[in-house]
C-alpha cells in the first residue's frame, strides 16, 4: 500500500472509532474526553503508528517491550505516550520508565518494586500503573487475583517513583460484546468496593477495559481507557 493509501484507510478508520467512542460515552452521560482512546499498534510497523499519529493519535498500546522499543527508536521525532498492555517479565522491568508513560500490566508484588526501583525520581511524575485483574481466573492470563489486589494497592502507596492509578482487565473472549459487559460491570463493582473499603480514589481513577469489537459496552459500564488495535489498523496475521 501507497503511504497516501495507508494514511487516507488510518485515518478514516480511526474518525469512525472516535465517533463511535464519543456516542458511547454520551450513552454513559460522559463526553469523549473522558476516554482515553489507545490505539494498540503491535504487529503493525512505525509506518501505521505515523499515520495514526498524523491523523491526531497520541495514546499508542504496545504489549511487547522489545517491539515497542523498536519502534520507539523509529518514532523519536514524535511525542507519543506509549502505553504497555501485555504482561511483563520482571527481568524487562528496568526497561520500562522512560520508554512507557504508562504501563497496564501490574500484576504482582515483585514487579512493582522492580518498577520502582527502576524509574527516576525527581523531576518526573511517578510513572501510572494499572493492576491488571484476573476476574475469571483463566490460567492461560496473567493479572492478580482479586485477592492480591489490597496488599498491591497498600504497598503502592508507599512508592515514590510510580503510583497505581486504576485497574485494568482482559476479560474471557466472547464473540458477542453483551456477553463480556458482565465481566466489564464486575471491574467496574470492584473498583467501587475498594474505594468503599477506604482505598484512596487517587489510586481507583481509571479503568483499562475494552478492545475492538467491545469497547463500546466497556465505556457504558465506566471504562476510562479503551485499547482499540484491529478497528483502526486492520486485521493482525
Ligand atoms: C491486542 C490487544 C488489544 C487490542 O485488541 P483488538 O481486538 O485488536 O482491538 C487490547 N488489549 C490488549 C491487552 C491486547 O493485547
Redesign the pocket.
Known sequence: MSSDALQTRIAERLAAVRQRLATAAERSGRTSGAVRLIA?S?TFGADAVRAAYAAGQLDF?E?RVQEALGKRAELADLPIRWHL??PLQSNKARKVPGAFAWVHTLDRLDLLERLEAASPATPHTPLPLLLQVDLAREASKSGADESALRPLLDRARACQTVQVVGLML?PPYEADPERVRPWFARLRGLRDALRAEGVPPSQLQQLSMG???DFEVAIEEGATMV?????IFGARD
Open positions: 494498540v503491535k498500546g504489549n498492555i501485555g482482559v478492545m475492538s469489537h485499547r482499540v488495535g484491529s478497528a
